[in-house]
């Protein structure tokens, strides 16, 4: 079998630069096979539309190199699930972030399947943990299209490395003054509490970053691509009323709130008196507490935000949605200003997360699914949107909450964005 270095390929499907590539793959060499790639005539044009045929994309997980070559492999040759049976420009583009939950993604998979109009959807899964059950949950997929992309900077393949957790850097707790005793790897960089970098912790905020990137400036399928991207994780909810609420909010937007630059089709406030504000919408400045869940964002937006890539990975807050709300109002000059659903069509059934890993029960959440939905019945698919409240958009900055303190995230995380 021929094989070939993966140079400019990679360069073009990471989107990072050459140094960055020197840092991280200077102990691997990573060969592609031209049948991995696919050659030219695989590739199929409908309208605006570029996609892969042949084969659905195979992993291997018999090794770290193996699986490795399989997340390149994936993500160059982006073959679309069901694309023959669901041709045609996608009405709604779902970004889904898969870490490790099997059972919540069954769940949130079960929601979408019952939505309105799914057959519309093109959905998209970037997953950060790469398993053969969670590959066979996705790959289940029958009711419309979808592509996986991977996260090729996972600490699952890095394990003994940058940027998953390399044994020569420092203890999280240790001081500066005994780490640059001990001349541990980062040493001169702790965050802004004194802390140095936990890989498991980061790697959220570099998921996130390099999705959003990759999503408008990498997916074939979505070249030409205009309206907005709702970004979801595998612990939502969508009610069945999803699609027809966002084509509202789109008509809404066009007349009443033209300046609104993103969508929040979900909040935190569960399905609470949702009857009462099924058709109810308010714009506000956006808030990481109240506005991080079912958030669609436009491709002018996702440019502002990428003009303060530098702003964004290096300011010292793990939490990506903390970060973006720094940006808005101080990076980005004029804060962004955001229309709500205030009756959330997401809703959040994860009991577990980055900071608790025990005593999860995905079986109360369904449970607790099934009986809130009852409740929805009477308010879903509204005819028309009414304005509730129109608040102050301003920045509102916090306290950065740290963990991002080492340059070498820095570093990775701002190369995401070039060419």
Known sequence: MRFRLLKKNLLALLGVSCVVVTL?????????????????????????????SGDMQKFSFGSLPELTQSVYSANYKQHVHNADKFPGEPRLVLVVQVHDRPEYLRLFIQSLEKAAEVHSFFLIFSHDYFSEEINAIVQGITFCRVLQIYFP???????????????????????????????????????????YR??????????????????????????????????LEEDNYLLPDFFHFYKSMIEFRKSKCPDCDMLALGNLNGLADFTTLSNKVLTTGWMSTKHNIGMGISREVYYKLMGCSNEFCTYDDYNWDWTLQHLSGACISKPLKVLVAQGSRVLHTGDCGLHQ????????ATQKVEESLQATKDGLFPPSLVLNG????????????????????????????KL
């Open 153 to 195: 900077f996972s600490t699952q393949l890095y394990p003994n490395e940058f940027p998953g957790k390399d044994p020569r850097d420092c203890p999280r707790d240790t001081s500066k003054d005994n780490a640059l005793k001990t001349r541990c790897l980062n040493a001169e960089h702790p965050d802004s509490y004194g802390h």
């Open 24 to 52: 991280l793959f200077s102990t691997r060499v990573f060969l592609i096979s031209d049948d991995d790639i696919g050659e030219p005539n695989d590739i199929v044009v409908q309208g605006n539309q570029v996609m892969h």
């Open 198 to 231: 936990e890989a498991f912790i980061t790697q959220t905020k570099h998921h996130w970053w390099w999705k959003l990137h990759f999503v408008w400036e990498r997916v074939q399928a979505l070249q030409g691509y205009s309206s907005f991207v709702i970004f």
């Open 357 to 364: 890993k025990k005593n999860c029960r995905p079986e109360w």
């Open 390 to 417: 129109a608040l102050a958009v301003e920045h509102r900055e916090h306290m950065k909450n740290g963990g991002w303190g080492d340059v070498r995230d820095h570093i990775l995380c701002n190369n995401y964005a």
